[in-house]
């Protein structure tokens, strides 16, 4: 089966296809970074407008890049949610008229099932059950996963979501948006040790988490080096390595209670913040010691993208899910009410 994966959930336009013998055949992504940046965030408005621009010549391009007619596909998945309304609604309509046109059925899928699948798109993937970290712009989350939609969640984030916290951190130190990146590059020019920040509600038992104090904590230490007159550019980089080693650290504490609790001993992590590279090194040293795997996907299907849309819905269209009318988006979704793959 071959399915055209439509990824608008934010600020990213992810366009690819997928065959269900032959693998990932193209994608191809706009990110509307750019557009946003001098806002210093995702602009809902200009992001859905910016979609409709995009859709239709991304879908040409991989229908190009794989060699094929436009339209030579068994079925459209498309994001459904959770996610900006305006945008998924740019992306699910667009999947719902094409599908008519080209008589094949149409699925929306839910952004974080496509996050959690993106690992099962490398050449080595994870094998059910595991339990998947899933950390991403708008969600922390650990969820014990038996197979597709046999999803239980075991802990999640009461407040800001880890990548979140990396934006905001950036942010206040005046950095660009997202924060992600920027915090990770100066990270490696940081000095270790110089400041040092709390690791969320890792002193008592539980798997959820708590980003929004340590946010407060690097405000104040920056406020603090304002004060001294001290705002150089190895103050932000020893700040923003003391800010990446907390959060490292406390998904690391979390992730092994989460493996020791379950007794798993296969561990993924999915959504924009898995690609940062500390983190990734920490839990490889961490899974070791437990003579457990961690398994990822490559840096470009952590964050947003077609492909993982595409991949998670072939593998519910194959099932003979499709959608029945009714509700094209949903602004909030949660995971542990999709139906499982019969
Ligand atoms: P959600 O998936 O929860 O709806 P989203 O789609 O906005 O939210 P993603 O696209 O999965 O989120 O990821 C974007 C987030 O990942 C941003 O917060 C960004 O700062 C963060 N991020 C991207 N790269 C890195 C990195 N190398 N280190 C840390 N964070 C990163
Ligand atoms: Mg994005
Ligand atoms: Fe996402």
Redesign the pocket.
């Known amino acids: 089966m071959r399915v055209l994966g439509i990824e608008t959930?934010?600020?990213?336009t992810g366009i690819a296809l997928y065959d269900s013998e032959r693998g990932l055949l193209a994608d191809a992504l706009f990110s509307q970074i750019d557009l946003h940046r001098i806002y210093g965030g995702?602009v809902p408005e200009l992001a859905s407008r910016d979609h409709v621009k995009r859709l239709v010549p991304l879908v040409r391009d991989v229908f190009a890049k794989a060699d094929l007619p436009m339209g030579a596909v068994d079925g459209l998945a498309y994001t459904a949610g959770?996610?900006l309304v305006g945008a998924l609604l740019v992306g699910g309509a667009f999947a719902r008229a094409t599908a008519h046109a080209w008589q094949v059925p149409a699925l929306g899928v839910h952004?974080?099932e496509g996050?959690l699948l993106a690992p099962m798109l490398e050449a080595r993937p994870p094998a059910f059950p595991f339990v998947a970290l899933?950390?991403?712009?708008?969600?922390t989350q650990l969820v014990q996963v038996n197979g597709i939609g046999q999803y239980q969640l075991l802990g999640e984030s009461l407040d800001d979501?880890?990548?979140?916290a990396?934006?905001k951190t950036?942010k206040l130190m005046g950095l660009p948006?997202?924060?992600?990146?920027?915090?990770?590059?100066l990270a490696q020019q940081g000095q270790a040790g110089r400041f040092v920040f709390p690791r969320p509600m890792t002193d008592r038992p539980g798997l959820d988490f708590s980003f929004s104090g340590l946010k407060t904590a690097v405000l104040n230490a920056w406020h603090e080096c304002q004060r001294q007159g001290d705002t150089s550019q190895q103050t932000q980089a020893d700040i923003a390595r003391a800010f990446?080693q907390a959060?490292v650290e406390t998904l690391v504490i979390k992730c092994r209670r989460a493996l020791k609790a379950t007794g798993m001993k296969t561990l993924v992590m999915?959504?924009?913040?898995?690609?940062?590279?500390?983190?990734r090194q920490a839990l490889e040293k961490m899974t070791a010691g437990l003579r457990a795997e961690v398994f990822y996907a490559r840096?470009v299907f952590?964050?947003?993208n077609g492909a993982m849309i595409a991949y998670a819905g072939c593998q519910r269209l194959l099932a003979g899910q499709h959608d029945e009318g009714g509700l094209i988006t949903r602004a909030r979704w949660p995971l542990d009410q999709l139906p499982a793959l019969a």
């Open positions: 959930s934010c600020d990213e995702v959770p996610g952004h974080m996050h899933l950390v991403s712009g708008g969600h979501a880890a990548g979140e990396f934006d950036a948006y997202p924060g992600g990146p920027e915090i990770a590059r990446e959060v999915a959504g924009g913040v898995s690609a940062n590279q500390h983190l840096p952590c964050t947003d």
